[in-house]
């Protein structure tokens, strides 16, 4: 049995059409084959499963602002659903289980990000640090939540890309689909 927490459907279908790329036909069979009890956990960290969650958004706010505030204070690891379900994958081809943290590698601030992003973008506006204690949430978000990736990364023999590499990949793949990217 494989459990992926975190996942809000778009890693799911990341895996999908990881498969469909790898000529590998998905029944639920395959994931839960008969005699094959042992669950698989992929646990993923706060919000950022799929990298187009957040660079999405700061896509979306600075195309109608000359200035935006995003917090410094909030410190993950940015990560792909496309990275992360090859991942997964590789370790479920490989006959792995227990419990492996998946991220791409290195970590960022959000506001880091975001600079990133927008410089990508050519955005010409004014980006301002600020503290998670200037916007109001429902969740507590918290301060580093970086993941570290050595049990799968001892496992596939190889680390996921860098934040950086997977966000121009998703930039490009972004534009690709005829989203307007400000440059």
Not at 26 to 33: A, V
Not at 79 to 99: N, R
Not at 154 to 167: C, E, G
Request: net charge positive; hydrophobic share 40%.
């Amino acid at each position: 049995m494989i459990l992926i927490t975190g996942a809000n459907g778009q890693l799911g279908r990341a895996i999908q059409n990881e498969c469909v790329g790898r000529g590998i036909r998905i029944l639920p069979t395959d994931f839960f084959p008969e005699g094959n009890r042992k669950p698989n956990a992929f646990p993923n960290g706060l919000t950022h499963l799929d990298i187009s969650n957040f660079v999405e958004k700061v896509l979306e706010w600075s195309r109608d602002k000359e200035e935006l505030k995003i917090v410094e204070d909030q410190v993950s690891c940015p990560s792909y659903t496309v990275d992360l379900a090859g991942a997964v994958l590789d370790l479920i081809a490989a006959g792995e289980y227990g419990t492996y943290h998946l991220s791409n590698t290195e970590y960022c601030s959000r506001y880091e990000w975001a600079a990133f992003i927008l410089k990508q973008t050519g955005w010409k506006g004014k980006l301002i640090p600020v503290s998670s204690a200037e916007f109001l949430t429902v969740a507590k978000r918290p301060a580093f939540s970086a993941l570290v990736d050595s049990t799968a990364r001892r496992v596939l023999k190889y680390s996921l890309p860098n934040w950086k590499d997977a966000t121009l990949r998703f930039l490009k793949r972004y534009s690709e689909y005829g989203n307007h990217i400000h440059k």
